[in-house]
């Protein structure tokens, strides 16, 4: 078996182990003779799988009664429409923080449904930061104030929430949620595709307040209505029952490995490897993020030129690490180091990172 240091920005690393289990069971889900990706979605040891993905979701979030765990399709990209469609009300409008490309995308379909308050950006610096308390413009009375609680392209993360008294909150979390525990109660409905911390691509993952559903859009079709999914236990239509499969695995293993808190302590040892090579190389590289708002998930940096950027990425990738190159909207080097990623993978990479400023610097 050939084996890299993955640092692919999604869809990205899974837990060995949880790859491990998915082969063995592969061809004989617990001695049912099929695979799971062969058996009906009404079948008692489908629905066990994916009743215990919402109840260990919504524990490892620390939320319960008042809240469902939704499995849905279509990428955090549709629940850019899903929510407005749902909860920004003919007439009304909708506040958007914004502090990266995701961001952008979402306030973009709110337009199409309706109005969208830009209540912050930090464009305006290349979003190399998250905006202060006082530079978020709330409305009155927005339908919710979203936010992108990691962006992802450039590596730029809220170290905590902001105050927004009692609008809705509403946040995508596709790029880091459960990677440290916050406050889930704070926040009306939260989203994130699985494919970077939690699962493989195809399954999308929606916290949402069950008081907030009811007072949803009259008129959604059936398909984007959130009390569908609600109704039916994620069992309205067929659902990507593989992908619930190894999502409930690898909600497992987070809550093996200490929950959201074990998950934090790991995450903050790996970045803070990465960022110390970045800070010790004497402005060989220059990451991104300003270090208030440094993600633990999506390291960016740049180097002195492009040259010197494609010649690490060639070395890197010689010596196994992959996944390193920047988005092309930002490019320079972007090291995404997810749950999954081992503090072992990110001292690898903080020691070559070390080396190659040394001689190239
Ligand atoms: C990857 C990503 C998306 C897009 O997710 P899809 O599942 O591809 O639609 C949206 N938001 C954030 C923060 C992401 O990291």
Known sequence: MSTVLNFNAGPAALPPPVLEQARAELRDYRGSGMSIMEMSHRSQEYEAIN???????KRL??????????????????????????????????DYVVTGTWGEKAI?????????????????????????????????DPAYVHLTSNETIQGVQFPEFPEVGDRPLVADMSSDIMSRPFDASKFALLYAGAQKNLGPAGVTVVLIRESWMERANKGVPTMFRYSTHAKNNSLYNTPPTFGVYLLDLVLGWVAAQGGLAGMAARNAAKAGALYGAIDRSGGYYRGHAEP?????????????????????????????????????????????????????????????LGDFAAKNG
């Open 51 to 57: 009743a215990r993905a919402e109840a260990t979701f």
């Open 61 to 94: 979030l620390g939320v319960d009664a008042g809240y469902r765990a939704l499995f849905v399709q279509g990428g955090a990209s549709t629940q850019f429409a899903t929510v407005p469609m749902n909860f920004l009300p003919p007439g009304g409008v909708a």
């Open 108 to 140: 973009e379909e709110a337009k199409v449904l309706g109005g969208a308050n830009l209540a912050a950006s930090t464009k305006g610096g290349n979003y190399d930061r998250v905006p202060a308390g006082g530079e978020i413009q709330l409305s009155p």
């Open 292 to 352: 208030g708002s440094r993600s633990n998930m999506n390291v960016t940096f740049r180097l002195p030129d492009e040259a010197a950027e494609k010649k690490l990425l060639a070395e890197a990738q010689a010596a196994g690490m992959v996944g390193l190159a920047g988005h092309r909207s930002v490019g320079g080097v972007r090291a995404s180091i997810y749950n999954a990623t081992d503090g072992e993978a990110c001292q690898a990479l903080a020691s070559f």
